[in-house]
């Protein structure tokens, strides 16, 4: 599976767009990108994922760039409850295995 | 649905004590995943199942850990004897294999080992 390189920690003023960068520089053809986002104390939780076209959905939008090598996670309108760390996680094909990294501590701002 | 369900929350417990941790996933997913959580080592994979049967565990720490699935509908994590160095937030999730792959998570148990 391929490496992520994320920043360790963001901050974000309430309302405004929060933008996550990852870095997945080895990611292979048939390989997904997927975030996730665990808010202290609870469980992960998905957002979303990808694998070449961008992807919005009800929580986020993602836009991998057009050579795969990087990725960037985009909450419209940050609100105090997205304070989470974000996980960017490439999964192989034909698995369900995920590895999780150390991923970005996002801290929304009132 | 109820979502994946994990007993106990917390466990506090003696070293040398067997603990045992249970999960049971959502219906009708086919896949269940063991993690531990540590502030050091971060979120790891211990060993996930498919249709039941375990098909990685290269992430279980020793021998001291085991895991078994009898049925689609339950799951447990074992640890004996307990060692201080086990205390950690353990979860299970479930997931529909050949779907989006979405893994949805418990609540966590978290286990102290004194």
């Known amino acids: 599976d391929a490496k992520t390189t994320q920043p360790t920690s963001m901050d974000c003023a309430e309302g405004r767009a929060a933008n996550l960068p990852c870095n997945h520089s080895?990611?292979?053809?048939?390989?997904?990108v997927y975030w996730y986002r665990q808010i202290h104390s609870q469980g992960p939780q998905y957002i979303i994922h990808?694998?070449?076209n961008n992807e919005t959905n009800e929580m986020a939008s993602l836009i991998i760039t057009e050579d795969r090598k990087s990725s960037t996670l985009i909450l419209p309108h940050a609100t105090l409850r997205d304070t989470a760390v974000y996980y960017c996680?490439?999964?192989?094909?034909?698995?369900?295995?995920?590895?999780f990294g150390t991923g970005t501590r996002l801290q929304v701002f009132p | 649905d109820a979502g994946v369900i994990q007993s106990p929350r917390h466990e506090v417990t003696e070293m040398g004590q067997e603990v045992t941790l249970r999960c049971k996933p959502i219906?009708?997913?086919?896949?269940l995943f063991w993690y531990r959580q540590t502030m050091m080592r971060g979120l790891e994979l211990l060993i996930y199942?498919?249709?039941?049967?375990?098909?990685?565990d290269s992430g279980m720490p020793e021998d001291r850990f085991s895991a078994k699935m009898p049925n689609a509908s339950f799951s447990t994590l074992k640890i004996q004897p307990s060692e201080p160095r086990d205390s950690a937030v353990y979860f299970c999730?479930?997931?529909?294999?050949?779907?989006?792959?979405?893994?949805?998570f418990g609540p966590g148990t978290r286990l102290t080992v004194t």
């Open positions: 999730a479930s997931s529909l294999f050949g779907d989006s792959y979405e893994q949805y």
């Open positions: 080895t990611i292979s053809g048939n390989e997904y």
């Open positions: 990808g694998l070449k």
């Open positions: 996680i490439v999964r192989g094909d034909n698995t369900d295995k995920l590895i």
């Open positions: 219906s009708g997913h086919n896949s």
């Open positions: 199942f498919n249709n039941n049967v375990p098909i990685d």
